[in-house]
T-cell receptor, first 110, second 112 residues
């Protein structure tokens, strides 16, 4: 089946720093989403980005579908950015439609 | 617009018992997907329902079953609970398969 790999697995940064999280996938996909999971388990939508580039405030994302990767950029990190970031890919014509990566755990120090 | 809701929030069951978890989809959404998230892992896809029909299934045994109702709310049933079924169960709704998913807050199931 498709492999979804996120890197790095863990990241510790000082408040104000910038970071880049990566999601590689091993097969063609129909769409890709980035989520932030808060300490209570809620998955918060960041980007729905099958291809191209999107920006939302301090966050932006780029998916290069032909090269099978997506990047999530966080600029000027704040302590509230701490948590686990997941990418998830979907293939609509497969039984195992939606595959999540294992996540990147981000810890922002004050 | 009401978001995705799940009930109950927490649940404790004994090995061998059966459990039913519930999910109400976001208004206007006809597709619901269920996930199991073990501690420290990413969510794993259990199955998806589209207009009351199962529309895809991950690598889970038949004792995991589901249902979607005409109002597009959904249930996840797990029979013969095992200790490894202890996890956070998440549901997500979307306008249709392949579109943006929105997640509920989850149900934390503990099996003792």
């Amino acid at each position: 089946g498709i492999q979804v790999e996120q890197s790095p697995p863990d990241l510790i940064l000082q408040e104000g720093a910038n970071s880049t999280l990566r999601c590689n996938f091993s097969d063609s996909v129909n769409n890709l989403q980035w989520f932030h999971q808060n300490p209570w388990g809620q998955l918060i939508n960041l980007f729905y980005i099958p291809s191209g580039t999107k920006q939302n405030g301090r966050l932006s994302a780029t998916t290069v579908a032909t090269e099978r990767y997506s990047l999530l950029y966080i600029s000027s990190s704040q302590t509230t950015d701490s948590g686990v970031y997941f990418c998830a890919v979907e293939r609509v014509n497969r039984d195992d439609k939606i595959i999540f990566g294992k996540g990147t755990r981000l810890h922002i120090l004050p | 617009e009401t978001g995705v809701t799940q009930s109950p929030t927490h649940l404790i069951k004994t090995r061998g018992q059966q459990v039913t978890l519930r999910c109400s989809s976001q208004s206007g959404h006809n597709t619901v997907s269920w996930y199991q998230q073990a501690l420290g892992q990413g969510p794993q896809f259990i199955f998806q329902y589209y207009r009351e029909e199962e529309n895809g299934r991950g690598n889970f045994p038949p004792r995991f079953s589901g249902l979607q109702f005409p109002n597009y709310s959904s249930e996840l049933n797990v029979n013969a609970l095992e200790l490894d079924d202890s996890a956070l169960y998440l549901c997500a709704s979307s306008l249709e398969g392949g579109s943006e998913q929105y997640f509920g807050p989850g149900t934390r199931l503990t099996v003792t």
